[in-house]
């Protein structure tokens, strides 16, 4: 208490851009399954709200008019693929379009699949026959055959390939999926310029951690050597504060963007992102915290059940 919090800075600088707050917008796939207009609505609100979008590979909408619609920074997601030339084309054309950071996602050597993707049917594509629909199959059925389980995954790739990577980018290449300290400390070693910690939502494998429980531990072996970013189950302002405390440098947001984008478009993308940087705000304010860098683990108190 009776710290002067009048002047609130939640600025931040990551990779050489000074970013209005440490909250990005995470890469998520082809928003035009929520919003007609997809990843140029997305991005049109990030813009707005001054915030940096990650741009999934897998966008409804190709990067470069996504930079064409806002004129703003934009980070690129993309995974490892079978055909290597396909990595690189996406990455090149990618930073050609002004992606300022390459964003790897690791951990998932085998493509999962989901109960609820096979109880919706996702992965089959409707087909206008003579007036009628069919369906076609376009993923294997489930469950495969172990001897199948490569058909449509990478598990081939070692840390080797990040040289390769940072080759074809040309920018920083941060790595997503990182979940203990002793991978944070070997993708540091192998010239990692950022980390995310993510389970990729929790979908990739059942029993995972949650990211905010092993937060802390990474931190620890990291100790700002490079920027360490965080993503899964931030939905409110004291969420993101939580996670700053606990070593992250920023936080990234997956699924309430797509809410916001769902429900209204640009603007609820807007919206939602100017509502969390007030929360975070309000809870620096609160807390005596007037800048990020006074925000440390002292604030979190961690339960052991």
Not at 253 to 259: K, Q, T
């Amino acid at each position: 208490m009776l710290v002067d919090v009048s002047g609130l800075d939640l600025t931040k600088e990551l990779f050489g851009e000074k970013m209005f707050a440490p909250i990005l917008i995470g890469p998520t796939s082809n928003h035009r399954r929520v919003h007609p207009e997809g990843e140029l609505a997305t991005a049109a609100g990030a813009a707005a709200a001054k915030a940096t979008m990650i741009v999934s590979h897998r966008s409804s909408v190709p990067a470069a008019a996504i930079a064409e619609k806002t004129g703003q920074p934009f980070w690129y997601q993309v995974a490892l693929m079978q055909d290597s030339n396909l990595t690189r084309d996406a990455i090149k054309s990618a930073v050609g379009a002004g992606a300022k950071v390459i964003c790897l996602t690791v951990g998932n050597a085998y493509r999962p699949v989901l109960g609820r993707d096979i109880h919706n049917r996702y992965g089959k594509a409707s087909q206008a026959t003579s007036g009628e629909v069919s369906t076609k199959e376009t993923t294997p059925g489930w469950p495969p055959h172990p001897s199948r389980l490569n058909v449509q995954s990478n598990p081939k790739f070692s840390w080797d390939v990040l040289d390769q990577v940072k080759e074809w980018a040309g920018v920083p290449v941060v790595l997503k999926g990182i979940m203990s300290p002793d991978e944070a400390s070997e993708a540091v070693t192998n010239g990692a310029d950022g980390i995310v910690v993510s389970n990729h939502g929790g979908r990739v494998i059942d029993g995972a951690p949650a990211t905010i429980e092993i937060l802390p531990k990474i931190a620890e072996e990291v100790r700002g050597r490079v920027p360490l970013l965080v993503d899964g189950g931030f939905r409110r302002g004291t969420d993101i504060l939580k996670g700053l405390a606990l070593g992250a440098d920023a936080v990234l947001l997956g699924r309430p963007v797509l809410w916001g984008l769902a429900g209204y478009g640009a603007e609820g993308v807007q919206k939602l992102l100017e509502m969390l940087q007030s929360e975070l705000a309000l809870g620096m304010g609160l807390s005596g915290q007037p800048n990020l860098a006074a925000i440390d683990n002292s604030l979190v108190k961690v339960h052991r059940w």
